[in-house]
């Protein structure tokens, strides 16, 4: 069993920059792909990226350049580092782990509980 907790979302201004981290527990954190998501009211879970248990990344067309995925295997951590923030980007964030492999569906086995990020005009 994996827990994922979500910290780091506020309120920004257009423009600016906020980045999320997800920590989980258990011990085999380094075989798993991390995955971000993002749902905004009234409209579907999108995939935002993600990053491999190697470390390869994949990204959404809305946040290619905007947004970097990494991760701390010493710390069991994946980030979401947000730049030059737009106001569809507000959301609740979801970061998700599945085993190796990445997939831009929400096909995931776990689930942290979102963080909600705001980015006003």
């Known amino acids: 069993q994996v827990q994922l907790v979500e910290s780091g979302g506020g309120l920004v201004q257009t423009g600016g920059s906020l980045r999320l981290s997800c920590a989980a527990s258990g011990r085999t954190f380094s075989n798993y792909a991390m995955g971000w998501f993002r749902q905004a009211p009234g409209k579907e879970r999108e995939f935002v990226g993600a990053?491999?248990?190697?470390?390869?990344?994949a990204y959404a067309d809305p946040v290619k350049g905007r947004f970097t995925i990494s991760r701390d295997n010493a710390k069991n951590t994946v980030y979401l580092q947000m730049n030059s923030l737009k106001p569809e980007d507000t959301a609740v964030y979801y970061c998700?782990?599945?085993?190796?492999?990445?997939?831009?569906?929400?096909?995931?086995?776990?689930w942290g509980q979102g963080t909600q990020v705001t980015v006003s005009s």
């Open positions: 998700a782990g599945r085993h190796r492999y990445y997939r831009s569906s929400p096909d995931y086995d776990y």
């Open positions: 990053i491999n248990w190697s470390g390869g990344t």
